[in-house]
């Protein structure tokens, strides 16, 4: 950051010719009033309607503003159990039944900006503040490692002390890790960054430090409740968020991720805002929609009266409901739900038709490697309501008949941005993420799993192998020989095979 | 098997591919498609950054399984071939290595 001070660098952060030239006629995407009229004029729809949305979602198809606004406005218990059930099966030809298991890792939680309802906020004199070093961050990393992690997302405050290059660092840092595990070594195979907006220079720098998704929730669609969570800082411009993840893009990032902080505004709108933002990239990306949909609910925040006095907090019927309609709008995006939900609730979003949750989540600066191990409010950003160890969330899973992945293969091979679409779209990369989840599963199973764990997640993997060899697009095709082999290696103490 | 009548021309048409192509997105379309065609496999080439590897070019992935893959450095930048399904001794890859890096070296600026 050279001679500049904190204050001059935050004043520095936006670039508005970085928003500009993706402006239509000097508008950005986010028509109010056209959300509106969509929530007022499908406020009924007979069930035929319903059911034939329904269909549409079901041969993988996105739903438009008018279709998921009705979704949003149905009244009756039946319809909802029919748009739940319906969200599952298109959860299922998508990613077939695994869910995909990574952590969060909280880099630095000093932050210019001064969000109401965040524990980080710059005003919150409570928070004790920390940048981690490269080698504690390493530190961090081991523990997940050794916990049988492969997946991250690392988090990081918007200050220079954590700039772009700061994440770099941070991201080399951790694919360095190897760990000894039971039989064979670990190591973090995907790092995904959540960090405020940058510059299309700076995304650069993390596209070359081998950066897996980038995630950014644009918190609220509805301008004036953004305007007045966000008063100050780089982040109280809604623009520069809005259009981060076209900057991603242009810099070679090819997976983005989008979601809503759930509560600061109406639940109905900000479904309506996150399905604009899937049409756009679509539309401005060649058909690359977004690779997640997050939609985390506001939670209790140290020092931070918003997060709990909101008039717009979301019930947990609500919340299954928004789940269920994002579910079926944009079929083929991941949908990812936290350790922010209780275990029960998170239980049931789950068979709603996530595909990836986190788990033996700690959100405190160095809380793996410190090993504190209550949830200490002075060092996170707002309070979890599920902090289950991995071995137990795998086995709650496993018992839904739902198999953990640890796979990160896709971006390995290429398998990003339109190439990994055009295969969601047609239900391919399913069959992938299907056999990688049981080479990933055992890895996990022989590694790390309790006695507990181990005796149903075998049971698991003897159902999941025989449907692989009972599914028709296997027959006669050599995936299923090199998939056999995979497994006998990977059984015998080889680590890292992947289709 | 190579399609040519001998090794020797794969490798002269390969080497011609560098006259002939205009850039490095020409060179690395036209050398994935000779590959292809001449191996009889699906290649992709995609640069390397950390462990992700970022789709170049090639036909390889919708017929992804189990890959053969190598990598190569070309002015300090780290790329990867990833061939589909494995060609066993048809890829000549110890020869094959030299007249990829030569060719990405020349249109990399």
Not at chain 1, 189 to 205: C, E, G, M, T, Y
Not at chain 1, 441 to 448: A, P, T, V, Y
Request: aromatic share 10%; charged share 30%.
């Amino acid at each position: 950051m050279g001679k500049m001070s904190v204050k001059e660098w935050a004043d520095n952060v936006v670039k508005e010719e970085e928003i500009d030239r993706y402006l239509d006629n000097g508008k950005d995407f986010i028509d109010h009033d056209a959300i509106e009229r969509h929530l007022e004029k499908n406020k009924k729809s007979d069930k035929i309607k319903i059911r034939d949305i329904i269909q549409k979602s079901l041969s993988i198809q996105r739903l438009d503003p008018d279709e998921t606004a009705s979704l949003l406005h149905v009244k009756d218990p039946e319809l909802w159990q029919e748009m739940a059930a319906a969200g599952l099966e298109v959860k299922k030809k998508v990613y077939d039944n695994r869910i995909v298991i990574f952590a969060p890792l909280y880099c630095s939680n000093l932050c210019v900006n001064n969000c109401l309802y965040c524990g980080f906020r710059k005003d919150n004199t409570h928070e004790i503040r920390r940048v981690l070093t490269p080698a504690q961050v390493r530190m961090e990393a081991e523990s997940l490692v050794k916990m049988g992690h492969k997946r991250l997302i690392v988090v990081y405050g918007e200050h220079p002390s954590s700039d772009a290059d700061y994440m770099a660092e941070t991201i080399r840092a951790i694919y360095d890790v190897k760990e000894q595990t039971r039989k064979g070594t670990g190591t973090i195979r995907r790092v995904n960054i959540n960090a405020a907006p940058l510059s299309v220079d700076d995304f650069k720098k993390l596209w070359k430090a081998g950066i897996g998704t980038y995630q950014v929730f644009q918190e609220t669609y509805h301008r004036p409740t953004y305007k007045k969570m966000h008063p100050v800082g780089p982040k109280s411009d809604y623009r520069w968020r809005l259009y981060t993840h076209h900057r991603a893009m242009e810099a070679g990032i090819d997976d983005v991720a989008i979601g809503a902080l759930f509560g600061l505004y109406h639940w109905r709108y900000d479904v309506m805002g996150l399905l604009y933002h899937a049409m756009e990239l679509e539309n401005k990306f060649d058909g690359i929609g977004p690779h997640t949909v997050s939609f985390p609910r506001l939670m209790p925040a140290d020092n931070a009266p918003y997060s709990e006095h909101s008039r717009h907090l979301v019930s947990d019927e609500e919340f299954k409901k928004l789940v269920t309609v994002l579910r079926l709008a944009i079929p083929y995006t991941g949908m990812i739900v936290t350790a922010r939900e209780k275990p029960a609730l998170r239980k049931d979003v789950i068979k709603l038709g996530c595909t990836q949750t986190d788990a033996s989540t700690r959100i405190g600066l160095g809380a793996y490697s410190e090993q504190y191990d209550r949830q200490d409010k002075e060092r996170q950003q707002f309070v979890l309501g599920d902090t289950r160890e991995l071995d137990d969330v795998v086995r709650e899973l496993a018992q839904m008949g739902m198999i953990s992945s640890f796979c990160t293969a896709g971006y390995r091979c290429g398998r990003t941005g339109d190439k990994i679409m055009g295969l969601l779209k047609c239900g391919t990369e399913g069959k992938f993420c299907k056999l990688n989840a049981v080479l990933t599963f055992r890895e996990w199973l022989d590694d790390f799993s309790s006695p507990e764990t181990q005796k149903i997640g075998e049971e698991l993997i003897r159902k999941e192998i025989a449907e692989i060899k009972q599914d028709d697009f296997f027959q006669n095709n050599p995936l299923l020989k090199e998939f056999e082999d995979y497994y006998q290696r990977v059984s015998e103490g080889e680590r890292d095979l992947f289709l | 098997m190579f399609r040519r009548e001998s090794v020797t021309s794969f490798y002269k048409a390969l080497e011609a591919l560098i006259g002939d192509s205009a850039d490095f997105n020409d060179y690395t379309d036209r050398a994935a498609a000779l590959l292809s065609d001449e191996l009889g496999v699906s290649v992709t080439f995609c640069e390397i950054f950390g462990k992700r590897w970022s789709f170049l070019t090639g036909d390889g992935l919708i017929s992804a399984g189990t890959s053969r893959r190598e990598t190569f450095e070309a002015k300090g930048r780290l790329f990867g071939l990833m061939a589909y399904p494995d060609p066993g001794e048809t890829l000549s890859w110890d020869l094959i290595k030299p007249l990829l890096i030569r060719g990405f070296s020349l249109f990399l600026i």
